[in-house]
Nanobody, 121 residues
Framework: QVQLVESGGGLVQAGGSLTLSCAAS????????MGWYRQAPGKQRELVAT???????NTADSVKGRFTISRDNAKNTIYLQMNSLKPEDTAVYSC???????????????WGQGTQVTVSS
C-alpha cells in the first residue's frame, strides 16, 4: 500500500528555519506531481508549493522567496526548506503526491498524515 511519510515539523521562533520531508513508500510505478499544502486553524487548506517530476516548481506568493521545494526522484522524496518563518506560517503541513501504484494502470492522489509547524512570535 502506498504511503507518504512526513517529518520535520515542530516549534520555531519567528525568523527561524525548518525543513520538512515527505517520502513515498515502495510499491510505486511512477510519481507525477508532489507538493505541500497547509491548513491553519479556521482557514481553508492552501497550496504552498508543488514540484513536477521534471523539476518544475510552483510556489505560493505568500511564501515565495522564503520557502523552497525540492525533489529527489531516486528516493521518492520531496523537501520543503522554510526560512524566515513568520507566525502566520503556523499550520498543519501535508504532503501530496500523484502516484501510479504497482500493479495498477491508474494514477491516484495520496496525502500524508500532516505535520504541525508552529512559529512563535
Amino acid at each position: 500500500q502506498v504511503q507518504l511519510v512526513e517529518s520535520g515539523g515542530g516549534l520555531v521562533q519567528a525568523g527561524g528555519s525548518l525543513t520538512l520531508s515527505c517520502a513515498a513508500s515502495r510499491n510505486i510505478v511512477g510519481i507525477n506531481a508532489m507538493g505541500w499544502y497547509r491548513q491553519a486553524p479556521g482557514k481553508q487548506r492552501e497550496l504552498v508549493a508543488t514540484v513536477a517530476s521534471g523539476g518544475t516548481t510552483n510556489t505560493a506568493d505568500s511564501v515565495k522567496g522564503r520557502f523552497t521545494i525540492s525533489r529527489d526522484n531516486a528516493k521518492n522524496t520531496i523537501y520543503l526548506q522554510m526560512n524566515s518563518l513568520k507566525p502566520e506560517d503556523t499550520a498543519v503541513y501535508s504532503c501530496y503526491a500523484h502516484i501510479r501504484p504497482t500493479f495498477m494502470t491508474s494514477w491516484f492522489d495520496y496525502w500524508g498524515q500532516g505535520t504541525q509547524v508552529t512559529v512563535s512570535s
